[in-house]
């Protein structure tokens, strides 16, 4: 029980955690952004995924890095 406990008190998990979660922050200030707007957007996900493929397919075909951003 205490190697739970030290582990998820450890610095490095919390730091890996905020950064593969970065992402989906954002998605959801984009979704909390268009609520206070009075618009339903459903498709936040999907929009993410298109954008994340476009980006990657962009680099994968021999645009520059920043194409892909």
Request: charged share 10%.
């Amino acid at each position: 029980m205490s190697e739970i406990l030290e582990l998820l008190a450890s610095q490095p998990l919390w730091i890996a955690v905020l950064r593969i979660a970065t992402p989906l922050i954002f998605g959801t200030l984009g979704v909390l952004l268009c609520e206070r707007a009075g618009v339903l957007n459903l498709g936040i996900e999907g929009i993410m995924v298109a954008g994340a493929f476009s980006g990657w397919l962009a680099v994968y075909l021999g645009l520059p890095l920043w194409a892909g951003v």
